[in-house]
C-alpha cells in the first residue's frame, strides 16, 4: 500500500486545524464543496491528495487563502527530502507538525480555547486571561524543568 504524501498530511492536517478553529462539522464543509464527510477525511488525514481547483473551493469556503495549507511546513519537507524512518509514529522532524501526536495545535482541546478566548468581546479581559495562561504555563513548565534537575 502506498505511502501518503507528507505535504498531502501537511496540507490535511492544516485544513482541519483551520475547519475545527471555525467550528465547522466534516459534513457541513463536505456540503458546501459538493463532498461526502467520508472524502473529507480522506483529505484530512492526507489518505487522498487535494488538487488545485479543490483546494481552491477550500480556501473560499474556510476564508484563508491557499497559502494557508502550506504555511508552517517543516524544513526537510520544504527541501525536498524525504522523509525518514518508514514506520514511525510521527511523520517528521521532531517539534514539527507532522509530528501529529504531540502537535497541540492540532488537537480540539487547544482549537476550543482558542474559539472560547475570541468570543470575550472585552479586549481588557481577554489580555487579562492571556497574562494569567501564560504566567501559569511558565510557572509550570518552570516546575516541570526544577523537578527534573533534582533528579
Excluded at 490535511?12 to 483551520?18: I, K, L, S, T
Aim: glycine share 10%; charged share 30%; hydrophobic share 35%.
Amino acid at each position: 500500500m502506498a505511502r501518503s504524501h507528507p505535504v498531502d498530511i501537511h496540507v490535511g492536517a492544516r485544513m482541519r486545524q483551520r475547519r475545527t478553529l471555525l467550528g465547522m462539522s466534516q459534513t457541513k464543509l463536505g456540503d458546501a464543496v459538493g463532498l461526502t464527510f467520508q472524502q473529507i477525511q480522506k483529505y484530512e488525514r492526507g489518505s487522498n491528495r487535494i488538487g488545485s481547483s479543490r483546494l481552491f473551493e477550500f480556501s473560499k469556503v474556510l476564508d484563508v487563502p491557499v497559502s494557508h495549507f502550506f504555511e508552517e511546513m517543516p524544513s526537510n519537507v520544504l527541501a525536498g527530502r524525504p522523509m525518514s524512518g518508514r514506520g514511525r509514529k510521527g511523520f517528521g522532524e521532531a517539534g514539527t507538525p507532522f509530528e501529529q501526536e504531540k502537535d497541540p495545535l492540532i488537537k480540539r482541546e487547544t482549537l476550543e480555547l482558542v474559539r472560547g478566548y475570541y468570543k470575550i468581546r472585552e479586549d481588557k479581559v481577554r489580555k487579562r486571561i492571556f497574562d494569567v495562561v501564560k504566567a501559569v504555563g511558565a510557572a509550570s513548565h518552570a516546575e516541570a524543568l526544577g523537578g527534573r534537575k533534582k533528579r
